[in-house]
């Protein structure tokens, strides 16, 4: 990317306290997104994949939560280091999130107009009749039918769905130039997510913003990114285009991820499933954190972590064996 | 909308006020003693006695002074107090507004001291500021109010002079008087109150702030005040108002304790001396007064979650 990106997170390391001390939930993330850029970052729960995201916007549980090191740079400012009421003016206005359940997202005792509105209102001096009056617009713009009466109504009564397009419809209120969606489709059934995920697609192009998604299924993250971040244990093990991704996968962690996805055109057979568990949070493991569900483990990954390196200029991988012959030198 | 609630909340409350007449009246015989040889006075002939007993009815069938109990009630006639030389109503209506002032001004010092107490404990939960809260509202609960009620008239009547120690002054009367006699009551009322509406609220905010919407609402830019103060609270006031029904409640219980230390002339002191004296009808008609004030504190919690609360919205 020849453009200077617009959310560069370097050497991200965030740690939470646990009964037993300060346990690190992501170490050493690094990956940019770009203007406009659809970016999927995929990886089993545990992974890191929702800590790299709240940190974006610093939305962790405070007093529990602590930034070891990084910068995540945005607009010329890095946001760990940024004033809280600078990150306010930030918060739904230039950066923007969709969570995971939309059941427990929105305010049970606020009416939607009100949860829209809000940030409208504050960010864009808007009055509240004008402020009602663009809800109802994003209303329209997430497909939810007879916007102009349910926008008075309380979340109850709202399915799963739709509350995700309420959800969906606060985030883009003020046209953020990022849109976090935090495995947006997750809790939906497989029907809804896939009219989610083309309302994402298409409002991406519409408002023209750049959309990270979070995912742990690889077949989300194949329709919808045009980039792929794969995390495992709080690493970044492999970061390239989606097409470069499925077509020559480096990492072996990848590897299993793409051989666990059912075929929908090849022959039916058992589904693959990656040996192991991924590490808890406490647990420490030496080397690289994948070898002990490796196949291809070798001495070098019981000993030392690997480096995440550039095997082309847009594809980065972690793993010591795989980026032997093509590595750095 | 809330018409029907109410009128289906009334429909509710009629049998709970005809099982509490209904507890008002067996009073009289289940109590020990004979109502007729107390109400006739001491060394009373036999004569006299049986004579008190025909004129209140009490030597006819149980089924027949039911009834009449009932047919008198619903003329509004509550019996003539034995101890007073006055109706029951009468006795009950100037008593009333020294009870009401006690209970609301107690209630106008617990809420917003509760509220904002228990709040910040649970923002700014296992910090020294969630202990102190915490630590006073355990006193607050704990404290027998009417040890902390003489502490506080020795203090602030006797040593430093600054509030009397008894005695009420009615509003129309003077306001300012008013106010100083019952401050000191309504507050020594309020210390349980406080204690517990904080506990309670503390608890409703920890669980609310740890729900998925209070993150949205931070991930919109809002302001901690509005985060707390409006996503936040707007929840926690359903379980407040449940807190305030049963602060209301106990407040009656309270005023009981607090007018007799502060020799208010109140509903709660009424009662005390009336049971004393067995004054039977006087008893009866506070029971029922008692009766009808939970019926419709229920009524009014019930009213107020329908505002704070959507989904229990009959529509």
């Not at chain 1, 009416?111 to 617009?137: F, N, P, Y």
């Not at chain 2, 009289?28 to 003693?33: A, E, K």
Request: net charge neutral.
């Amino acid at each position: 990317m020849a453009s200077e990106p617009l959310v560069s997170i370097e050497n991200l390391t965030v740690q939470f306290r646990t009964d037993r001390g300060w346990a690190t939930a992501t170490e050493s993330v690094s990956f940019d997104i770009g203007d406009g850029d659809c970016l999927g970052v995929v990886g089993e729960s545990g992974s890191g994949k929702s800590v790299t995201a709240l940190s974006i916007l610093r939305l962790h549980a405070r007093g529990t939560s602590r930034f070891n090191s990084g910068t995540i740079r945005y607009d010329g400012r890095d946001l760990l280091r940024a004033s809280e009421r600078d990150m306010r003016a930030i918060r739904g206005r230039d950066i923007a999130m969709v969570f995971q359940d939309p059941m427990s997202s929105l305010n049970p005792v606020l009416t939607i107009c009100d949860q829209i509105s809000e940030t409208l209102m504050l960010h864009r001096g808007l009055s509240r009749i004008e402020a009602r009056k663009r809800a109802i617009e994003l209303l329209d713009l997430v497909r939810i039918a007879d916007a102009a009466r349910r926008v008075d109504e309380y979340p109850h009564r709202f399915s799963g769905g739709m509350r995700q397009r309420v959800m969906i419809a606060i985030a883009i209120a003020c046209r953020p130039r990022l849109l976090i969606a935090d495995e947006p489709t997750t809790a939906l059934d497989v029907t809804i997510q896939a009219q989610i995920l083309e309302l994402l697609r298409d409002l991406r192009t519409e408002l023209n913003m750049a959309v990270m998604l979070i995912s742990h299924d690889l077949g989300v993250i194949a329709e919808f990114a045009r980039r792929v971040v794969v995390m495992y244990a709080g690493r970044v093990v492999e970061d390239a285009p989606v097409d470069v991704l499925f077509r020559k996968a480096m990492h072996p962690y990848t590897e299993g991820l793409m051989a666990s996805m059912p075929a929908l055109d090849g022959p039916v057979r058992r589904l693959y499933s990656i040996p192991g568990r991924i590490p808890d949070i406490n647990e420490q493991v030496a080397g690289c954190r994948f070898s002990p569900r490796c196949g291809h483990a070798e001495a070098v990954c019981l000993t030392a972590m690997p480096d995440l390196v550039p095997v082309s200029p847009d594809h980065r991988v972690r793993c010591a064996p795989r980026t032997r012959t093509t590595g750095a030198g | 909308m809330i018409g029907r609630l109410l009128l289906f909340k009334l429909l509710q409350a009629v049998p709970v006020i005809l099982i509490v007449s209904v507890l008002a009246f067996l009073l009289m015989s289940l109590l020990p003693g004979d109502p007729a040889v107390i109400i006739a006075g001491e060394g009373a002939t036999a004569e006299a006695i049986e004579t008190v007993r025909r004129g209140l009815g009490l030597d006819q069938p149980f089924h027949i002074q039911l009834g009449r109990w009932f047919a008198r009630l619903a003329e509004g006639n509550f019996g003539a107090s034995l101890m007073l030389n006055q109706s029951v109503l009468s006795a009950m209506g100037e008593r009333l507004p020294v009870t009401l002032s006690l209970a609301g001004l107690s209630l106008a010092i617990t809420l917003p001291i509760g509220i904002f107490a228990g709040s910040i404990a649970a923002y700014y939960r296992q910090s020294w500021i969630d202990s102190l809260v915490m630590t006073v509202a355990l006193l607050g609960v704990s404290i027998p109010g009417f040890w902390i009620a003489i502490v506080a008239v020795i203090l602030f009547s006797v040593t430093l002079g600054w509030l009397p120690s008894s005695g009420y002054v009615p509003m129309s009367q003077d306001a300012v008087q008013w106010f100083r006699a019952l401050i000191m009551p309504a507050a020594m009322l309020s210390l349980f109150q406080i204690g517990f509406l904080a506990r309670m609220t503390r608890s409703a905010m920890l669980d609310v702030l740890s729900q998925d919407f209070i993150r949205t609402a931070r991930s919109k830019g809002l302001s901690e005040w509005k985060t707390v103060g409006k996503h936040a609270f707007r929840n926690a006031l359903i379980m407040v108002i449940t807190t305030m029904g049963i602060l209301v409640s106990t407040a009656i219980g309270g005023s009981v304790v607090i007018e007799q230390v502060f020799a208010l002339p109140g509903i709660g002191r009424l009662v005390v001396q009336g049971i004393l004296a067995r004054d039977y009808p006087l008893v009866q008609g506070v029971m029922l007064i008692y009766g009808f004030a939970f019926v419709i504190i229920n009524l009014t919690v019930d009213v107020l979650y329908t505002f704070a609360d959507p989904r229990v919205r009959y529509d």
